[in-house]
Every structure is written in C-alpha cells, then in structure tokens.
C-alpha cells in the first residue's frame, strides 16, 4: 500500500515577490503584469485572499498606501502596466479629462449605447440644410432627443 508524501508547511511568497515575478519590462518601459488580467486589462493578484489590483499594488509597493478616493492612474495608457514611474495619483474627474485629453474615449458607431449610424447623420443634416424638417420632427424620425439633434447638426456630436 502506497501511503502519501508528507510535505512541509505552505509558505506562501511575499506579495512584492509574486507581483515584480510577473511583470516583465515591455514596450516604452512598461512592466507589463503577465498575470491573470480582466476583460479590460487590468492585471489583479490576490492579496490575503483579496483581488487587488496589481497596477494599486505596484504603486503601494513603491510610495506607500493610496489615500481614500483617489485612483492610480497609467500615464502610459497600458492597463497592465505596472512600472511605478508609470503611475499617478489622481481622482475619478482626473482619469476622465485625461481619457478626454488623449481622445481615448469611445465616439460615434464605437460608442456602445449609439443610436444613430454615419448614415442617418448624414440624412439628419441634409434634410435639415434644405429646410424640409424641424429638429422636433427629426428627433422623433430617428427616435433620439431635440438636443442630440441639435448638437449633431452644430457639430458637437458626431463631427
């Protein structure tokens, strides 16, 4: 009968050991986290049985702990990056106006909650610039607000 290898206890590896051996030094210097990464990116380890994310830990690792309310931003725009040099302190309005700054965010037919195509852009504005419709009546035809209609026609939206 064949009995069982008895094995000593489990040590687990410290958690700066576990994240800095999964990053490997990529493209424009990012450490890129080679771990698992969510639909976005986003590289996560756990931490006493926790997901973290690993870009917050790098950061913690490097400056210590992140202050409530604020985020750790990528000034690379590499989600799994997680090189400290690579990473600010900012809040949400910040990481908005930066995704802003860098035209990162999604327009038009990419946006995922678009209503109208190219195509019915297009209509919008040629049947206005004869003067056929309203902007009430357009908006109704294509099932979206007088304003949007007003700033697709501005060139606001949809430029």
């Known amino acids: ?3 069982k ?3 000593g206890p489990y040590i687990k590896k410290p958690v700066s050991f576990r994240l800095w051996n999964r990053c490997i030094v990529g493209m424009n210097g990012c450490w890129v986290f080679t771990g698992y990464k969510n639909p976005k990116g986003y590289g996560r380890i756990d931490v006493n049985s926790k997901p973290v994310y690993a870009h917050r830990l790098a950061f913690e690792l490097a400056f210590g702990p992140i202050p ?3 985020w ?3 000034r690379c725009d590499n989600p799994s990056c997680c090189n400290p040099e690579h990473l600010w302190l900012g809040t949400n309005n910040d990481n908005i106006r930066d995704m802003l700054r860098k035209d990162r965010s ?3 037919v990419r946006h995922p909650q678009v209503k109208l195509t190219q195509q019915d ?3 919008i504005r040629e049947l206005y610039a004869v003067g056929m419709v309203t902007q009430t009546a ?3 035809q294509f099932g979206v607000s007088r304003r949007n ?3 697709i026609l501005r060139g606001k939206t949809w430029r």
Do not use: N
């Open 121 to 123: 852009v297009t209509t």
């Open 5 to 7: 290898k008895q094995r």
């Open 72 to 74: 750790v931003l990528h």
């Open 68 to 70: 409530d309310g604020l």
């Open 1 to 3: 009968m064949k009995t």
């Open 149 to 151: 209609i007003y700033c």
């Open 106 to 108: 999604l327009k038009g």
């Open 138 to 140: 357009l908006s109704e």
